[in-house]
C-alpha cells in the first residue's frame, strides 16, 4: 500500500482514529465515540465509512457472532509516512527537507521530542557510515 495513491477523507480518517486507538470495534462502539448518543442515521454513517475503507484495504473486517468487527489495516505511521512524501512531492519537487524543517520549527519540541529526534538522526548517521 505504500507507493500507491492512498485517499482518506476526513470523516473516514476519524473512524480510522478511533479503530487506530482501540485496535478492534463494532460500528456500534464506533458511532458511540464518534458521535455521543447519536441514532440509526449516524450508525449508517459510520457503516458506509468502514464499507469505503475496506474496500480499499486501509480496515479489515471479521464477524463474531452476529456482529462485524473491524481492525486498522492502514497504520497511521503508513499513512503519515504517504501523506509528507506526497506533499514533498507535491510541494517541494519530492524533498523531505523543506517539509521536515518547517514541521520541527512550527512549535517548541518538548525535550523527549528532540531526544527522539537526535536518535533518529544518530541512526541515519550510523547507517551512513556502514555504506
Not at 106 to 119: M, Q, S, W
Request: glycine share 6%; aromatic share 4%; proline share 4%.
Amino acid at each position: 500500500m505504500d507507493r500507491q495513491r492512498i485517499e482518506v477523507p476526513d470523516a473516514e480518517l476519524a473512524v480510522l482514529k478511533v479503530l487506530w486507538d482501540k485496535r478492534l470495534a463494532t460500528i456500534r462502539e464506533i458511532t458511540d465515540r464518534l458521535y455521543p448518543g447519536g441514532g440509526v442515521s449516524e450508525y449508517a454513517t459510520v457503516q458506509k465509512l468502514l464499507e469505503r475503507l475496506e474496500q480499499r484495504g486501509c480496515v479489515a473486517r471479521r464477524r463474531e457472532g452476529r456482529v462485524n468487527v473491524y481492525t486498522p489495516a492502514l497504520e497511521r505511521e503508513d499513512l503519515i509516512r504517504h501523506r509528507l512524501r506526497d506533499a514533498a512531492d507535491k510541494l517541494c519537487e519530492g524533498s523531505l527537507t523543506p517539509l521536515l524543517t518547517e514541521l520541527v520549527g512550527a512549535r517548541d519540541l518538548t525535550p523527549e521530542e528532540i531526544r527522539v529526534l537526535r536518535d533518529l538522526v544518530g541512526r541515519l548517521d550510523a547507517g551512513r557510515a556502514r555504506e
